[in-house]
């Protein structure tokens, strides 16, 4: 294969994909670096309540908020790459 034959299109999309991998990958890592790093350093975040007479609680946040948010990044991730691949199959 020339490098005449790769198209500038394949190219852009290989690229748009590193990118989102890139963001999704230090996103997803910052999040869980504090989801550790709280819990192993400061453990008394899982007792603390944030408004008087809130649901809203340290447990709350470790053990289902940002869990939860990094089933949806990788969801969102998963949807963008998918939607990506089927454009430039497409084509």
Same mark, same amino acid.
Not at 64 to 84: E, K, N
């Given at each position: 294969?020339?490098?005449? =034959?790769?198209?500038?299109?394949?190219? $852009? +999309?290989?690229?748009?994909?590193?990118?989102?991998? &890139? %963001? #999704?990958?230090?996103?997803?890592?910052?999040?869980?670096? #504090?989801?550790?790093? &709280?819990?192993?350093?400061?453990? @008394?975040? !899982? $007792?603390?309540? #944030?408004?008087?007479?809130? !649901? #809203?609680?340290?447990?709350? !946040? +470790? /053990?289902?908020?940002?869990? %939860?948010? /990094?089933? %949806?990044? $990788?969801?969102?991730? %998963?949807? !963008? &790459? =998918?939607?990506? =691949?089927? @454009? =430039?199959?497409?084509?």
């Amino acid at each position: 294969m020339k490098r005449s =034959d790769i198209s500038p299109r394949g190219s $852009t +999309m290989i690229w748009n994909v590193q990118n989102i991998s &890139a %963001v #999704f990958s230090i996103v997803f890592l910052y999040i869980y670096s #504090f989801y550790v790093g &709280a819990f192993s350093f400061c453990p @008394e975040i !899982l $007792t603390a309540s #944030f408004m008087k007479g809130s !649901l #809203f609680n340290g447990a709350l !946040l +470790m /053990g289902v908020i940002i869990p %939860v948010i /990094g089933i %949806v990044l $990788t969801g969102s991730y %998963v949807v !963008l &790459a =998918d939607r990506m =691949d089927c @454009e =430039d199959h497409s084509r």
